[in-house]
């Protein structure tokens, strides 16, 4: 079943397109990420999704329903996101912040919580490591605790579709692992449709089954994990020289970057800038002396 399918899609920001072109599918049980450098749109298509985006275009079909004509409950009831920031309002407590997945599910608003309700707000606490937590505020968490909680609120909300923005971020290597070992459960277990962008390619490759590199806004290659871990096509999209090797606990390929070309790349651009700044010190020097 096609849960989620995208054609044309261009999203931005007072009317300036950021993603262009863009043309994807998501079934259920599959888990796709979107890759790419800074700047390259992952976030924007991420925000597109859920028609958070000023300027949008394309069509978008969400369980074969047009995404323009859903309403809020309507798309909460579909798709969950996990987004990059968030900064609530007021000082929530931890329950409160993943309960709040619970309303759209509600036929008489503030109706109170059903034994339904509690239950799965339970369950996503204690499969997101965040149950000894519930009582905490927000402002009391680090960046990782809150990562945590935003996935288990979108747990709690129950939909056959998750989107993660970099969910990866600002979580030690220990709960990188948990999280994305979590949405691999979610995905071969539950039947979920799992989108993330993500930066890191080895967590990537390993978790995820079909992978899409963006760049400058347009989806520059897609298809199967293994067939897009390769290092011609990593060094074109990211512009860093990379080796392949195979992961010996999943047999699966990952990169590891060529730190001396790098450094030297480095080295290079500064110089090229520094040089340029002399340049413009003494064209400068010169008009004043004329």
Request: glycine residues 6%; aromatic residues 6%.
């Amino acid at each position: 079943m096609t849960l989620l399918q995208a054609e044309n899609l261009q999203a931005g920001y007072e009317d300036r397109p950021v993603i262009h072109e863009i043309t994807l599918s998501l079934e259920a049980g599959e888990f796709l990420a979107v890759c790419g450098p800074n700047g390259s749109g992952k976030s924007t298509l991420i925000k597109a999704l859920q028609k958070l985006t000023p300027f949008l275009q394309g069509r978008v079909l969400v369980n074969g329903r047009d995404l323009f004509c859903l309403n809020h409950r309507q798309l909460a009831s579909l798709m969950a996101l996990v987004p990059q920031v968030f900064q609530p309002v007021f000082d929530y407590s931890v329950e409160e912040i993943v309960a709040m997945a619970r309303y759209y599910r509600q036929s008489i608003p503030f109706a109170g919580m059903s034994a339904g309700d509690r239950a799965a707000i339970e369950e996503a606490l204690k499969l997101t490591g965040t149950w000894p937590l519930r009582h905490k505020k927000l402002n009391q968490l680090s960046g990782g605790e809150r990562q945590r909680v935003l996935i288990a609120r979108a747990l709690a909300q129950e939909t056959p579709l998750l989107l993660l923005d970099e969910p990866s971020s600002h979580l030690d290597l220990n709960f990188q692992l948990q999280i994305y070992s979590l949405l691999k459960y979610l995905q071969k277990e539950k039947n979920k449709a799992i989108l993330v962008a993500e930066h890191n390619l080895n967590l990537a490759a390993a978790y995820c089954t079909k992978m899409i590199f963006l760049k400058e806004g347009k989806i520059v290659a897609g298809g199967q994990t293994e067939k897009l871990m390769e290092k011609n096509l990593i060094q074109e999209v990211f512009q860093v020289e990379v080796d392949l090797r195979v992961n010996r606990s999943t047999g699966l390929p990952e990169i590891s970057l060529v730190h001396s070309a790098s450094r030297k790349n480095a080295q290079s651009g500064l110089k090229e800038k520094l040089s340029g700044s002399s340049e413009e010190k003494i064209s400068a020097g010169e008009k004043f002396k004329g």
